[in-house]
C-alpha cells in the first residue's frame, strides 16, 4: 500500500476518490441522512429516512445512480460498476413495530404465528429525544444517531461516514455503507423459557433498470440475533 496516513487499511488515494458529501437534516420524529458521490464521471446518491412514531420506526432507503463512463475501475475496492449511459433508482421501506415474547411450540427457533405460542408483543411506540452525533477525526467526519424507546428497551444507532472510518467495535465502513446496531436489553420476560422475535415488515417500493448494485446498501437492515438465533 503506497499512502495510508490515517492507518485504516485503505490507500489515501482511494479514499479520496470515494469520499462523498453528507448532508443530515433533523426534524420532530424525522432525520433524513442524504448521501452523494463526488466522482467526476458518475453521479449518486444514497438517502436514508429515518421516522420514528407510535406505529414503530421505519427506516426509507432511496438509491439513484447515473454514469456516462463504462471504464470505472474500482482497484478491488468497493466502488459500483455500471454500463455506459446506464441508471438505477431503488427505493425500499423497512419498518420495526413490535418485539414478541413467544413459546417455541415447535421448536425450530423462529416464531410462527399458527404454530407458536404468543406470551406478549412489546410496543415500539414511545422514545427518548434522539442524539446526533457528529466526530471529526483526523478530518475524517463520522454521524452517529442513537434512537432507543423511552424504557431503553429497543434500541437503534446508525454510523454514517463520509469516507472509510474505523467506528467502536473496530469495524471499518466505507463512505458507501452504513451500520445499523439493533439492541434489545432489560426486556421484562412472563415465561422463563421464552423466546423473543422482532417483528419487521420489508417494502420494496421502486426498482427501475437491472443492474448489480453491491456493494451500496449492503447493510442496510442488519439481521438481529436474539436467544442466539437471527431474525
Do not use: C
Not at 121 to 133: A, D, G, M, R, S
Not at 179 to 208: G, P, R, V
Amino acid at each position: 500500500m503506497d499512502d495510508d496516513d490515517d492507518n485504516d487499511g485503505i490507500d489515501d488515494e482511494v479514499e479520496d476518490w470515494n469520499k462523498r458529501n453528507v448532508k443530515v437534516t433533523e426534524s420532530e420524529s424525522i432525520f433524513i441522512i442524504e448521501s452523494r458521490a463526488n466522482y467526476v464521471d458518475r453521479k449518486d446518491k444514497v438517502k436514508f429516512e429515518v421516522e420514528y412514531n407510535d406505529e414503530g420506526v421505519g427506516i426509507k432507503v432511496k438509491f439513484s445512480s447515473e454514469s456516462a463512463d463504462d471504464d470505472n475501475s474500482s482497484n478491488g475496492e468497493d466502488i459500483i460498476k455500471i454500463s455506459a449511459e446506464s441508471g438505477v433508482e431503488l427505493q425500499f421501506k423497512v419498518k420495526f413495530r413490535n418485539i414478541i415474547e413467544y413459546l417455541d411450540d415447535n421448536d425450530n427457533g423462529i416464531y410462527d404465528k399458527n404454530a407458536d405460542t404468543l406470551v406478549q408483543e412489546y410496543e415500539i411506540n414511545t422514545y427518548k429525544p434522539l442524539v446526533h452525533t457528529e466526530t471529526n477525526e483526523s478530518g475524517v467526519i463520522m454521524h452517529i444517531f442513537d434512537l432507543s424507546t423511552a424504557d431503553g428497551v429497543f434500541s437503534l444507532k446508525i454510523y454514517f461516514t463520509q469516507e472509510f472510518a474505523i467506528i467502536e467495535d473496530n469495524t471499518l465502513i466505507a463512505p458507501s455503507q452504513t451500520k445499523f446496531d439493533i439492541k434489545i436489553e432489560n426486556f421484562t420476560y412472563q415465561e422463563t423459557t421464552s423466546k423473543l422475535a422482532l417483528y419487521t415488515k420489508h417494502i420494496l417500493m421502486k426498482l427501475k433498470s437491472l443492474f448489480t448494485i453491491t456493494p451500496y446498501l449492503k447493510e442496510v437492515t442488519r439481521r438481529v440475533n436474539l436467544n442466539g438465533k437471527y431474525f
